[in-house]
């Protein structure tokens, strides 16, 4: 389990340490910085995919997502003594994703490359991996740290001393790519393993053309893709070696009286019927509202029979009538019970609901001058946290 998410220059965010827990709920107002937290999250899922640089040029390049306003607001100038300006850097510009795990921690710097006189490249703004670390405990020491990875040089600890496990490194690939076996760099291998296991739902589609309306081939699905094209194979998979009851009574508290029902048609392909109180025969996934399906996709991701190390929902209200706000955070209760779990939302049922459980761990964001804080968080209140020189 993540303990701890340090985020530093990145968009709205200069700097920011944020403790988590098994049930994490992040909120605010809009404009307040809930997307860059979650964006910024699903960078640090890249390094370990082989994607960060790409992921950084859909955004518009690194230069692009640094953040904007001064290294440091004075407290003249939160006072309004003097106006907000620009200030000598006290280091070079760069940005910071890490995170605190129960037994590794991980930390990663990207910036832009040095300008070389004799040299002239169409790549000179593409984002440069400068330093990666990966370190034991929550709190990084020199002593503590296991890999370090400096320019195009990585290096593990082997007792006393360092082992270079790779010495010419491409800057925009990530140790994650380069090394991690179980003899040399073990951590490597655990760590990126338990990264690549984040799971990322965002907006379902539920338009007509949407691929969970569609009847498709099915196959064993434990794990529900991101765009709910298996919605029928995950449904059922959940029947056969998930826990079937816990799938019904997911479907009878946002809709009483309904029942769910996978039908095999022709060549593999399976079909959702879905019973309603009241009518005489079943509606088809095409059929189904736009709130309705959104929910059984829901359903499918949260009750996965493998559940991963760390599931994320971005505002997963969307479409959902307010009745149905308060089963679905009943379900990604009983869901934070086998995995961390991640929610960004803004509305305000759902808050309320999450809230009861007394291990939801909320997270109110807000922004002043231009900086995405937390509420309510002082520097007494921050996790321990140490960016590796």
């Known amino acids: 389990m993540l303990n701890t998410l340090a985020v530093a220059n990145y968009r709205s965010i200069n700097k920011l340490v944020i403790p988590l827990g098994r049930l994490n709920l992040i909120t605010g107002p809009n404009g307040s910085g809930k997307s860059n937290l979650y964006r910024a999250l699903r960078l640090l899922a890249e390094t370990a995919q082989g994607g960060v640089v790409n992921a950084l040029a859909r955004e518009g390049g690194l230069d692009s997502t640094f953040w904007a306003g001064p290294e440091n607001i004075s407290r ?18 760069r940005l910071r994703l890490g995170f605190a795990g129960e037994d590794f921690s991980y930390a990663i710097a990207l910036g832009l490359p040095m300008p070389l006189p004799d040299h002239v490249s169409y790549f000179s703004l593409d984002p440069e991996i400068k330093r990666e670390c990966i370190w034991a405990g929550a709190v990084y020491r020199p002593a503590s740290l296991l890999v370090n990875r400096a320019g195009p040089m990585i290096r593990a600890r082997e007792g006393r001393d360092w082992d270079v496990l790779a010495q010419h490194t491409p800057t925009f690939d990530s140790l994650f790519d380069q090394v991690g076996n179980l003899r040399s760099s073990p951590e490597v291998l655990l760590l990126r393993e338990h990264i690549r296991g984040w799971r990322f739902y965002d907006h379902f589609r539920s338009d007509a053309d949407a691929p969970a309306r569609q009847v498709q081939l099915g196959t064993r699905t434990p794990v529900l893709h991101h765009d709910g094209r298996d919605l029928a194979a995950a449904l059922q998979t959940i029947r056969e ?149």
């Open 241 to 389: 070696i998930g826990d079937p009851e816990a799938l019904q009574n997911a479907v009878s508290d946002a809709f009483p009286g309904a029942r769910l029902h996978i039908e095999p048609v022709q060549g593999g392909r399976f079909a959702i019927e879905f019973y309603q109180e009241g009518l005489l025969r079943p509606l088809s996934a095409a059929e189904l509202s736009d709130g309705t399906l959104r929910y059984l996709l829901l359903i499918a991701a949260l009750l996965t029979p493998r559940p991963p190390t760390l599931m994320v929902l971005n505002e997963p209200e969307t479409s959902l009538h307010p009745d149905l706000l308060p089963a679905l955070a009943r379900l990604i209760i009983r869901a934070s019970q086998d995995c961390q779990v991640w929610v960004v939302s803004h509305a305000s049922r759902l808050i309320a609901a999450l809230q009861q459980d007394p291990e939801c761990n909320c997270i109110v964001l807000e922004k002043q001058f231009g900086q995405t804080q937390i509420v309510g968080q002082g520097m007494l209140d921050e996790p321990a946290w140490n960016w590796p020189d």
């Open 76 to 93: 003249r100038m939160r006072n309004h003594d003097v106006p907000i300006e620009a200030s000598v850097r006290q280091g070079p510009k």
